[in-house]
């Protein structure tokens, strides 16, 4: 009896080292851009809008934990999209990229960017894109990127909002998928619209127009929002009323891409 007791501890501790030891490789690492979206605070000159370290309401500090508290990594991507800047990375997200009004010196997607992308994503690659509306993102090098994909944004500006009248931008029509498993209502302001071709799919319409879209791309996938959406802003209730449910929305997403990540 002894024995084997002591066989069974044994065969359970070499479980945890194990466990230990291996773990690492598992962990998936989400690589947020700070190449193509790289704008300047004029008061502090220091970067910020839609990075991981951004507590105040611009930033992306809140999603950045969601995804940590799956078990993920965080990373500041602050290099073009190449073969080094992407290896080791799972999931790869670029936010509203620059035009001129926020940056002088905007680092376009380019030619070899593009390349580089869409052959990562090719090979297992997760993107997300969130896009923005037509005064606050650089679509010409944006879309050049996207058609790879199927996915086109439109320079418009939809769910305008006047003052607190939070609901000119509430999306309650959800549909059935993961992104809104257990959502009955979101806010979207101030959003650019998707025209597909290829295997793209929309995932969110509103009268027609659509909001969100995916699409695989050799072994990877791909996911576009017309928004940058899940900022700090409008990710829990501090500026939301209390029906709106863009915490959800963004677990639900922060899951729903770190399950399509391929190990």
């Known amino acids: 009896m002894m024995r084997q007791n002591y066989l069974h501890l044994k065969s359970v501790l070499f479980l945890i080292m194990f466990t230990i030891t291996f773990s690492g490789f598992s962990q998936k690492t989400v690589g947020l851009d700070n190449w193509y979206n790289r704008e300047t605070n004029a008061k502090t000159g220091k970067i910020f809008h839609y990075t991981w370290d951004d507590t105040q309401n611009s930033g992306f500090s809140q999603l950045g934990d969601l995804f940590k508290s799956k078990g993920a990594t965080l990373k500041t991507i602050e290099d073009k999209a190449d073969k080094k800047s992407l290896t080791g990375v799972d999931l790869y997200i670029i936010v509203d990229p620059d035009t001129t009004t926020e940056s002088p010196k905007p680092n376009y997607i380019l030619a070899d960017d593009i390349k580089a992308i869409s052959k990562w994503v090719k090979t297992g690659g997760v993107l997300l894109i969130l896009a923005n509306d037509k005064p606050n993102c650089e679509f010409t090098h944006l879309n050049q990127l996207m058609q790879e994909f199927g996915i086109h944004f439109n320079p418009v500006t939809l769910n305008p ?16 998928h993961p992104l809104f498993k257990g959502v009955n209502k979101i806010y979207m302001k101030e959003v650019s619209s998707i025209l597909l071709s290829k295997d793209a799919k929309p995932v969110l319409t509103d009268n027609n127009q659509v909001y969100i879209a995916e699409t695989t791309y050799g072994k990877g996938f791909v996911l ?16 939301l009323p ?20 391929k190990k």
């Open 161 to 176: 909002v006047t003052g607190k009248e939070w609901n000119m931008a509430a999306e309650t029509n959800l549909p059935n």
């Open 224 to 239: 576009a929002v017309g928004d940058p959406w899940l900022y700090n802003e409008y990710i829990d209730h501090t500026m």
């Open 242 to 261: 209390a029906d709106f449910e863009n915490l959800k929305a963004a677990n639900n997403l922060t899951e729903y891409l770190l399950s399509k990540v």
